[in-house]
């Protein structure tokens, strides 16, 4: 029997990758799917805390919603590392450090 | 002419002092540049003709005294002044009139040394010092001129101060001067603690505090204090102590035969009038504070001194020597003369010696000059002052030869001279004295009629082996011999001196010393009777005495038939001058460097022992607190200081333009709010 909990688990699993990826990674791109993994755990959760509204649907629409959301942000967050690679030959985001004052 | 007559005496006898001082101040600034000595010679003329004028006016006449005030402690007043009065004036005259012909003696003697501007320098400052001993007032000043004399002398012994034997010479004279000028100081506490004052008219004058002295039942009682009988004794011992080192008494004469490093002019000075009279003098000033014991003691070492030295001169090779220890021997005498109550006659005795000792040492002075020349000449090795390289100087040296001829025979006391006078007024005193006090002390003269003709036979050997005879180094320089005699500018001095050393100067009366001039001027009373036999037969036996031995003499030196073994003790004794100096080196120099060397030791290893104890002590203690210093005190503030860097460095590296890293904050914070919610 697959429970609410099983559900949870998982995607906290996958938030934990995410969150690592975006943390750890060197290159943009990787950190770029780290943030996709992240959003598509809260998804997950938006779904399976869906079995509580059985009359709107609620949950599943707003993971629709979100994963259109993400894939428009997934596209201009790819234009703007393109950008960067542009502009500073690398994705590396160790090697960008113009936030530093 | 008359405006210098109107001058008082007092003024005379300061512008006497003062003109060498000045000449000595003008050769001090100079320096090299004045080498002639001419402004010296000039002062020491003109103090000669000053000190006349001075004499002129005082002999005979009141005794002068003038004062100023010095300086106040408390109520004592000390004065600075002159007395001049027939002792005071006539060491003035005599101090000056040998001053002048060894001042234009050395004009010529000293030419061409390489020190000569100090030579004058020093010959001015030992005038002066000698002058204003003989004027001065009051005992604290004669003092400070004694101390004046002593360093001129001592100046003056070391000139060649290269030669290493005559630094030890003059080491050794400023040493020996050093005991006796001991003995002065305490003299003259003791004077000022009994009678509060050190003026000499005070002291001396008539009705003064000596006259109103006297001792009672042990007890020396003055106006002004009185104390135990026996500091009498002990004050005039005291002052004999001062005497003794500066005229050259046994046991401190040491110095004086040492002082022959010093130039010929020089100990001529010195052994005349200057250096060697101040004692003597001394005496005679204070003579009115010695009591019997001291009298008795000053005769005694008088006679020692006389015997012991004419015994050393008798086998001495050099020169000086044994003018040196004649000086020594006639000293003894005029000791003698004062501790028999004559002072007169130890002041006759001290003007006549002044001058015919004077001319011996400028005729030997003569001597080892031409000695000198003729070794620099012939390029040949000897000692221009050893007797046995001389004789025969007679040919070669006509005046010099009877200059000190005429010299020596007053030495010797022959009869026509001025020595036969004043050595007679001595030995006749003391035998005179002798009877009145009891047989025993008929020793005094008995041993003086000895020395006398002692004194006959050693100034006779000194003779007849210079002068007679052929020149012993004659081999070695071959046929010509360059010996001349003396230059004018030398021979001239020693003339007028040779003038001086004959009786009509003294007294008319060339066999009776009553009539001499200088006796009745001090006229000192006699406590014992006149001898009329004594006066007939003393003189015999010393004029007889004094022949018979210059004929022995004159077999044994000039002949060449010497009776004696040259190495025979009793010669080696008196060669060695009694062996004195190596025992004074072994007594007494070698306990006082092993005392020194004690004390080194005891202040090295326990006086500083201690002191190292202790600072190492400090040291430890002052470790310690730097250790806590270091790592308690400023550890504590370094901890702090390396906290805050540690907190600085972290927070700063958050701060590293990493988006990452910004990332990695954020999520911390979440996670601490997170778990701030979860506790709370």
Not at chain 2, 400 to 417: C, D, H, K, Q, R
Not at chain 2, 547 to 561: E, I, K, P, T
Request: aromatic share 14%; glycine share 6%; with cysteine.
């Amino acid at each position: 029997m697959i429970t609410l909990t099983h559900f949870l688990v998982v995607s906290a699993f996958i938030f934990c990758i995410g969150l690592y990826a975006v943390l750890a990674k060197k290159n943009a791109i990787m950190i770029l799917v780290g943030i996709e993994l992240m959003i598509n755990a809260a998804i997950l959760n938006f779904v399976a805390f869906g079995k509580y509204d059985k009359i709107n649907y609620g949950g599943q629409i707003f993971a629709l919603f979100a994963i259109v959301l993400a894939a428009a942000a997934v596209a201009v967050g790819l234009a703007i590392i393109l950008n960067v690679y542009r502009y500073y030959k690398t994705v590396n985001p160790d090697q960008i450090r113009e936030l530093k004052d | 002419m008359d405006f210098l007559l109107n001058i008082s005496p007092i003024c005379t006898a300061f512008l006497t002092v003062v003109i060498p001082l000045l000449a000595f101040l003008y050769q001090a600034i100079v320096g090299k540049k004045d080498q002639s000595g001419l402004v010296g010679t000039l002062a020491i003329i003109f103090s000669f003709v000053l000190s006349l004028l001075t004499f002129l006016d005082v002999w005979n006449a009141m005794p002068l005294s003038s004062e100023i005030t010095w300086f106040k402690i408390g109520n004592t007043t000390f004065t600075v002044g002159i007395l001049l009065n027939n002792l005071s004036s006539l060491m003035l005259l005599l101090v000056s009139t040998i001053a002048v012909p060894v001042h234009i003696y050395s004009k010529s003697y000293m030419h061409g040394d390489a020190g000569i501007h100090r030579y004058w320098m020093y010959l001015s400052l030992f005038c002066f010092a000698m002058l204003g001993l003989v004027i001065m007032n009051n005992l604290l000043l004669m003092y400070v001129f004694w101390e004046l004399v002593g360093f001129a002398s001592y100046l003056l012994i070391g000139f060649w101060y290269t030669k290493d034997a005559a630094v030890q010479a003059n080491k050794k004279a400023f040493l020996v001067n050093r005991i006796g000028d001991l003995g002065f100081l305490i003299g003259i506490a003791i004077v000022y603690s009994q009678f509060g004052t050190l003026n000499l008219v005070t002291l001396f004058g008539n009705d003064g505090l000596i006259a109103n002295t006297s001792v009672e039942n042990g007890l020396w009682i003055s106006p002004h204090n009185s104390m135990d009988a026996i500091w009498l004794t002990v004050t005039g011992i005291s002052f004999f102590l001062g005497a003794m080192a500066k005229s050259a008494q046994f046991p401190l004469h040491v110095w004086l035969p040492d002082a022959m490093e010093g130039p010929t002019s020089v100990s001529s000075l010195i052994h005349a009038a200057t250096m060697v009279a101040a004692g003597v003098f001394l005496m005679s000033t204070l003579f009115p504070l010695f009591n019997d014991t001291v009298l008795l003691i000053i005769a005694i070492i008088g006679t020692t001194t006389a015997t012991i030295a004419a015994y050393f001169a008798l086998a001495q090779y050099d020169i000086k020597k044994i003018l040196a220890f004649s000086t020594i021997s006639q000293l003894g005498y005029m000791m003698v003369g004062i501790g028999i109550g004559t002072w007169d006659a130890a002041m006759f005795h001290l003007l006549t010696h002044a001058f015919f000792k004077c001319l011996l040492f400028l005729c030997a002075g003569a001597v080892i000059h031409e000695m000198a020349h003729l070794k620099a000449h012939s390029k040949q090795d000897f000692d221009p002052q050893d007797l046995r390289n001389m004789g025969g100087l007679r040919h070669y040296m006509p005046q010099t030869f009877i200059l000190m001829t005429i010299a020596s025979l007053a030495l010797a006391g022959f009869p026509l001279t001025s020595g036969y006078l004043s050595k007679d007024s001595i030995i006749i005193s003391a035998f005179e004295w002798a009877s009145a006090k009891g047989p025993m002390f008929q020793i005094v003269p008995i041993t003086l009629i000895i020395v006398s003709i002692m004194t006959a036979f050693y100034i006779g050997r000194l003779l007849f082996k210079a002068f007679f005879s052929e020149l012993r180094i004659k081999s070695l320089l071959g046929s010509s011999v360059d010996l001349n005699e003396s230059p004018k500018l030398m021979l001239w001095p020693m003339y007028f001196l040779g003038i001086c050393c004959v009786f009509p100067l003294f007294s008319f009366n060339p066999i009776s010393y009553h009539d001499a001039w200088v006796m009745d001027g001090l006229l000192v009373q006699y406590p014992y009777e006149t001898n009329h036999t004594a006066h007939l037969v003393i003189p015999m036996i010393l004029t007889v005495g004094a022949l018979s031995v210059w004929v022995l003499a004159w077999r044994w030196y000039a002949q060449g038939q010497y009776p004696l073994h040259a190495n025979s003790l009793a010669n080696r004794i008196s060669l060695n001058q009694g062996y004195l100096n190596i025992f004074n080196e072994k007594i007494i120099v070698n306990s006082v460097l092993n005392l020194s060397k004690l004390s080194y030791w005891i202040d090295r290893h326990i006086v500083d022992g201690f002191i190292h104890i202790f600072i190492n002590f400090i040291q430890q203690i002052a470790l310690l607190s730097h250790w806590l210093d270091k790592n308690i005190v400023d550890g504590l503030v370094n901890t702090f200081g390396k906290i805050a860097l540690l907190l600085g460095n972290f927070a700063r590296s958050t701060q590293n333009g990493k988006l990452q890293t910004y990332l990695y904050s954020v999520f911390l914070l979440v996670i601490v709010g997170l778990v701030y919610l979860l506790l709370r």
